[in-house]
C-alpha cells in the first residue's frame, strides 16, 4: 500500500534549527511536496523536490533521497510564526498526492 | 485575484439533508481537487478533475459527486448526509502538463467546516 509517515508533533526554541523527517511508501513516485498549515487554515506550498539533493529557499530547505525514500524539511532561525503544522505529500504513479498526517510544531519563546 | 474562494464557511447538516460545496478559481488552472481532512489525519482525495467536463474518483468517494462544467467552477454535492461526513473539506487547484510530466503546487481554498449531526 501507499503510505507517509512523519512525526506527530515536535517542540524547537525559538532562533533554533529544526529538522523534520519524512519516509514515504508509492506506487511509483513524482515528487515529494511540503506544506505549512496553521491551525484553522489552508494548506499553502512551501517547497517541491523531484531529484535527489537539497533545495533551499530562504529560511526553509527540504531535502529528498528517492533510493531511501526519504525526505526532509529544515527551518532555521526558528519563528514563533513558524508555529504550524507541517504536511509532507508524495506524488505517485497517477499524479496523485498521498498525503502525510502532518507534524505539529511548536515554538517555545 | 481571489484564488481559490469556497463557500460556505460553516455549516450544519441534519442527517440526510444534501448540500452543494460552491468552489471558484481564478487562475485559469486547469486541474481541481476536493479534499477532505479529519482531525489528526492526512487530506484524503474525494474527487478531482483534469479539466472541463472530466471527472475521477479519488480515494474516498462514496457519498459525495463533483461536477465541472466551466474551468473556473468545481461543486461537490453531498447527497444523504451522515456524521461520517462531519469534516473540513478543501477544494484545490493547480497547473499541471501531465504529457510533460510538468506538475506544480496545488493552491487551496480556506476550507468548509461541516458537521452533521
Known amino acids: 500500500g501507499q503510505n507517509i509517515d512523519q512525526p506527530t508533533e515536535m517542540t524547537a526554541t525559538e532562533g533554533a534549527i529544526v529538522q523534520i523527517n519524512c519516509t514515504y511508501q508509492?506506487?511509483?513516485?513524482?515528487?515529494l511536496f511540503w506544506y505549512q498549515q496553521h491551525a484553522g487554515e489552508a494548506p499553502t506550498f512551501l517547497s517541491y523536490?523531484?531529484l535527489d539533493g537539497l533545495e533551499e529557499k530562504g529560511r526553509f530547505s527540504s531535502f529528498l533521497s528517492r533510493s531511501k525514500g526519504y525526505s526532509y524539511l529544515l527551518l532555521k532561525e526558528l519563528q514563533m510564526k513558524d508555529s504550524a503544522s507541517y504536511l509532507c505529500?508524495?506524488?505517485?504513479?497517477?499524479?496523485?498526492?498521498?498525503w502525510g498526517a502532518g507534524t505539529k510544531l511548536i515554538i517555545k519563546p | 485575484n481571489a484564488g481559490v474562494t469556497q463557500t460556505p464557511k460553516f455549516r450544519i447538516l441534519k442527517i440526510g439533508q444534501s448540500m452543494t460545496l460552491q468552489c471558484t478559481q481564478d487562475?485559469?488552472?486547469?486541474?481541481m481537487y476536493w479534499y477532505r481532512q479529519d482531525p489528526g489525519m492526512g487530506l484524503k482525495l474525494i474527487y478531482y478533475?483534469?479539466?472541463?467536463?472530466?471527472?475521477d474518483k479519488g480515494e474516498v468517494p462514496n457519498g459525495y459527486n463533483v461536477s465541472r462544467s466551466t474551468t473556473e467552477d468545481f461543486p461537490l454535492r453531498l447527497e444523504l448526509a451522515a456524521p461520517s461526513q462531519t469534516s473540513v473539506y478543501f477544494c484545490?487547484?493547480?497547473?499541471?502538463?501531465?504529457?510533460?510530466?510538468?506538475?506544480?503546487?496545488?493552491?487551496f481554498g480556506p476550507g468548509t467546516r461541516l458537521t452533521v449531526t
Open positions: 484545490a487547484s493547480s497547473y499541471s502538463r501531465e504529457s510533460s510530466g510538468v506538475f506544480y503546487e496545488q493552491y
Open positions: 487562475m485559469n488552472h486547469n486541474y
Open positions: 478533475s483534469v479539466g472541463a467536463g472530466i471527472t
Open positions: 508509492t506506487s511509483g513516485f513524482n515528487g
Open positions: 523536490n523531484v
Open positions: 505529500a508524495a506524488m505517485d504513479s497517477n499524479y496523485q498526492l498521498i
